[in-house]
């Protein structure tokens, strides 16, 4: 312990280390049993997770004295603070407090706590997401002040806390609810999952299926992001997980720093929308549409599919264009060795998703029975060397507790924004701004709202990003009669493409890092390969057949448009698919791919036949150009 130090560090780590793993298993408890209330529920999940982020993040200045002891008093003040809110969340008290209103002591702590949750919040996911909160907070006191539709009555510091801290508008709303059940069970799911090893061969299976192909370095990029988004559900996760594998294999075969960086930031978004297990905001979708949450993971399954597939045709065009070939057979994996060797990870995945979807167990229960096959397969039916153990599963457990911090932050301060918006009806507010500067017209609207969620989303988790633009911009797309499925999907998509979006892309950077690439130039090269995907939530939102709502006919119908839409769409705009595009082919590409998204017979008619036609001219000077080649390699000869 360095001189002048109150904290000894080792003992601080292990008294850490056993509070996360009381939290996980606590985490597990509540979501077999459901013993406690949902307010106490939320602040005993709070406590935890401020009193872990004290923890596991402290003030980084220079050891001291001065430090150590504002640490361990931020500490004893997170529990303490956390202690006092799960005590008001008792039903007696409930009733006392409807009653009579906050006490002055509510007021204190109140206010210590959303000081301390921005504190906490900067410490987990920046500064960008506490600063728009407190700017929130100041529209919420100040905004009495201000004109035209922004403007709403004066309302007192006492009546703002009530409604932020104490209620189920505010902090123990929807997203902390959800951070504290499903979010919670689905993090430690993949902690076990991946404490068997199973992220690793996700990469190697992927590497195995796919390096052959002329884009195989970045193919097996796109195919392990998908299958880890099946673990994390986070992209800037993925990024770090299947990049440190990825990134140095593209680069080594010929892919730029930048386009490395950019095909792995761009894949790896994708995981986010990936059922079974997709992104926290996911359940918190459910939870505001009113579903369960295996009816969004198969509403979900057609829009990631082609997510992908929209990723893999621009990546294999872009190859083509660079003139990359595939690896030689003696540096690939072989399929049937590596599929041998891990295929029992396939079967918590199977289970879950038979849980959820066969037998509609929730999201809860589903978890908790394919946490438990994990563990059987782990300590019973792995090889020597890859089982688990004790100390394995004790670090699994600090793992997850570890991964909660951030989605539980991040969740508590949306909870902090939408008591505001609820407070001040600026979420309505918005609504008829966006539905007035549109003109009330669909597509306009749609295309504001992206912006706007885009715009938000910039340097922001996911989840928090979702909470804040579905809360703002949903309602004016249900207005206009898209479903709620498709408006929430619709800004949910868009807040994990903001990950990918500059002037700040989380996920981009992320990849830059790894890459040894700029920053600025990985964000616009990865926004550039995930064109075609910004397209998809406008397919389903003209056919919520996407979805899954609808006709069998019509499901298959719109899942074979899209698919003939988005590769127009990703030739278009890479500028090659056999061969290299004019601008002409090009546009016309582009214009069939657009014709495919209103979902209507005659414009996806319309659509296939003239952008067929380009494949068709393509195709034909693709088999004329080989045939030039082998007459001149023939004369070499």
């Not at 809860?364 to 563990?375: D, E, F, K, P």
């Not at 495919?596 to 005659?602: D, N, P, S, W």
Request: hydrophobic residues 50%; charged residues 10%; proline residues 4%.
């Amino acid at each position: 312990m360095p001189s002048g130090c109150i904290i000894d560090s080792a003992a601080y780590k292990r008294i850490a280390t056993i509070i996360a793993i009381i939290m996980a298993v606590f985490q597990i408890i509540v979501a077999g049993y459901g013993f406690i209330v949902t307010n106490m529920r939320c602040a005993i999940h709070l406590t935890f997770a401020i009193t872990l982020v004290g923890m596991y993040k402290p003030v980084r200045f220079k050891r001291n004295i001065l430090t150590d002891t504002y640490n361990i008093a931020f500490t004893l003040l997170s529990i303490v603070c956390g202690i006092f809110l799960t005590y008001e969340t008792r039903a007696d008290y409930a009733l006392t407090y409807t009653l009579n209103g906050p006490s002055q002591m509510d007021v204190i702590v109140g206010t210590i706590l959303i000081v301390m949750i921005l504190l906490c919040a900067r410490r987990t996911t920046g500064n960008a997401l506490p600063i728009i909160c407190a700017i929130f907070i100041l529209y919420a006191i100040f905004g009495h002040h201000l004109p035209g539709l922004l403007t709403h009555k004066e309302y007192t510091w006492r009546s703002i806390v009530d409604v932020v801290i104490f209620t189920s508008e505010g902090l123990f709303g929807q997203p902390l609810s959800t951070s504290s059940s499903y979010v919670a069970s689905f993090v430690i799911f993949g902690a076990f999952l991946s404490a068997t090893g199973a992220g690793q061969w996700f990469i190697d299976m992927a590497y195995s299926l796919t390096g052959k192909f002329r884009s195989g370095p970045a193919m097996t990029a796109v195919v392990s992001s998908a299958a880890m988004g099946t673990i994390s559900g986070t992209g800037v996760a993925n990024v770090v997980t299947t990049g440190a594998f990825t990134i140095p294999l593209m680069k080594s075969c010929g892919y730029s720093s930048k386009l490395a960086g950019a095909v792995e930031a761009t894949a790896s978004t994708g995981g986010q929308i990936m059922p079974p297990v997709m992104g926290a905001g996911a359940f918190i979708l459910a939870e505001m549409i009113g579903i369960s949450y295996a009816e969004v993971s198969v509403a979900a399954i057609m829009p990631a599919l082609i997510y992908f597939l929209a990723v893999a045709f621009q990546v294999d065009f872009e190859a083509g264009k660079l003139g990359m070939k595939g690896l030689p057979e003696d540096k690939l994996l072989p399929r049937m060795k590596t599929l041998k060797e891990g295929w029992l990870f396939l079967i918590p995945i199977a289970v879950l998703i038979w849980a959820l979807c066969i037998m509609g167990y929730s999201a809860n229960y589903s978890s908790l029975y394919a946490i438990a096959v994990i563990l059987l397969i782990g300590f019973l039916f792995l090889p020597k060397g890859k089982k688990l153990n004790v100390q394995k599963v004790f670090e699994a457990l600090e793992g997850s507790a570890k991964d909660m911090l951030s989605v539980a932050m991040a969740c508590s301060v949306a909870g902090l924004m939408i008591g505001v918006l609820t407070k001040t009806g600026l979420g309505l507010k918005f609504t008829s701004i966006l539905l007035s500067v549109s003109g009330g017209a669909k597509l306009p609207t749609m295309i504001l709202t992206m912006v706007c969620c885009i715009i938000l989303g910039m340097g922001l988790p996911t989840t928090a990003a979702f909470i804040i633009t579905s809360t703002l911009c949903a309602p004016a797309l249900i207005q206009l009669g898209i479903t709620p499925m498709g408006a929430y999907m619709f800004a949910f998509y868009f807040a994990c493409l903001s990950a990918i979006t500059p002037p700040v892309a989380l996920a981009a950077f992320a990849a830059a890092g790894l890459s040894g690439a700029k920053p600025m130039e990985t964000g616009f090269c990865a926004t550039r390969l995930g064109l075609a995907g910004f397209l998809i939530p406008y397919f389903f939102c003209f056919t919520p057949a996407m979805l899954m709502q609808g006709s069998p006919f019509e499901i298959i119908r719109v899942c074979v448009t899209s698919v003939i839409g988005i590769y127009f769409l990703s030739g278009g705009l890479e500028g090659f698919m056999y061969r290299n595009l004019n601008v002409i082919e090009r546009i016309i590409l582009i214009v069939a791919a657009l014709l495919l998204v209103e979902g209507g017979g005659l414009t996806d008619l319309i659509g296939i036949i003239i952008g067929g036609f380009i494949v068709f001219i393509q195709l034909r000077y693709m088999k004329k150009d080989d045939k030039e080649q082998a007459k001149t390699e023939a004369k070499n000869l």
